[in-house]
């Protein structure tokens, strides 16, 4: 019998790049996600989009789209997810990252809202709320007038007495300020047997014993991911915050992949791209070095790195008027 098709995506991921609270690494998160049969996952750090690289290179290992973002915690307390939506949002929300960083120093990100809105165009922005109150209530009409229908509300469980209640008034407190809920499983490490590691963060970051944690342990323990059909079954009660994940997604397209170093074009010979130019020149010195031929296994491994760079694209191929 065929599994019904899911719609559930998983945006809220943590890696172990978000230092002494994540509990995996890209790569196993991605793993684990192919099992499960996601189709992409949102890799959001907190202050830091540094697990990218390992995250894109999850991403080509297994097929599950990367989503990047990142988590910012405001220096009022408030703390929002954010999502490039194309190249130039990724651009500017890793300046916003970098104003943080260097405000605060190793390890901390100091921002504002004053900053978040110097740099909100092109990013999808959710709120990671505690309860609904007066205090999110307000956030959410901040967050609303900045981002307009790329403002979102997360709901996720806390496993706490009153639960349910406390998402469906999240709900409903969305749904009277107009900003869409989304249903987010904030994961910090791939599987269940991962959590003891993760308490072991948790202590050293507070300077305590695994023992002595008590409260100060995250705040519930479901942090596993899991499958998007479980995810579906756990927000039945929310259909809407289920649809706004898949939404999110689609409108996330900026692909890492599409980043790479780009050499500066620079005058070499007149009428010759770079390619061609750093042959010519490469032949000219292995003349000077061989005067009475190149040897075979010196030509072999010229030939080799000059087409390795080629299909690298490591040389520009523009020709201007005056040279490459």
Not at 119 to 135: K, Y
């Amino acid at each position: 019998m065929t599994a019904p098709a899911t719609t559930y995506v998983e945006l809220q991921v943590t890696s172990h790049f978000s230092f002494l609270r994540g509990a995996s690494a890209p790569e196993e998160l991605f793993a684990a996600a192919a099992l499960m049969g996601h189709s992409a996952l949102g890799l959001c750090d907190r202050g830091s989009v540094a697990g990218m690289v390992r995250g894109l290179s999850g991403q080509e290992a297994t097929g599950v789209r990367l989503i990047p973002g990142a988590r910012v915690d405001l220096r009022d307390g408030r703390s929002l997810l954010l999502y490039p939506k194309d190249r130039a949002a990724w651009s500017r929300l890793t300046r916003l990252l970098s104003l943080g960083k260097a405000r605060g120093g190793k390890a901390n990100c100091w921002l504002d809202w004053s900053d978040v809105a110097a740099w909100a165009e092109g990013l999808v922005a959710v709120l990671l709320p505690d309860a609904a109150d007066e205090r999110t209530r307000l956030d959410l009409g901040e967050l609303r007038e900045l981002f307009g229908p790329d403002a979102y509300l997360a709901l996720s469980f806390r496993r706490r007495p009153g639960d349910f209640a406390r998402l469906h008034a999240l709900d409903a407190l969305g749904r009277s300020v107009g900003v869409r809920c989304v249903a987010m499983g904030d994961i910090l490490y791939h599987a269940p047997e991962r959590r003891p590691l993760q308490d072991v963060l948790t202590a050293i970051r507070e300077k305590t014993t695994v023992d002595a944690l008590g409260f100060k342990r995250e705040r519930f323990t479901d942090r596993a991911l899991k499958s998007p059909a479980e995810m579906e079954r756990r927000f039945a009660l929310f259909p809407d915050a289920i649809r706004a994940t898949a939404d999110i997604a689609a409108a996330c397209r900026f692909d890492l992949g599409e980043i790479r170093y780009q050499y500066p074009y620079e005058e070499v010979m007149a009428g010759r791209t770079a390619q061609e130019a750093l042959a010519e020149l490469t032949e000219e010195g292995a003349a000077r070095m061989f005067p009475g031929g190149v040897p075979p296994a010196y030509q072999k491994q010229i030939d080799h790195e000059l087409r390795l760079i080629g299909e690298l694209g490591y040389a520009p191929r523009r020709i201007t008027g005056r040279g490459c």
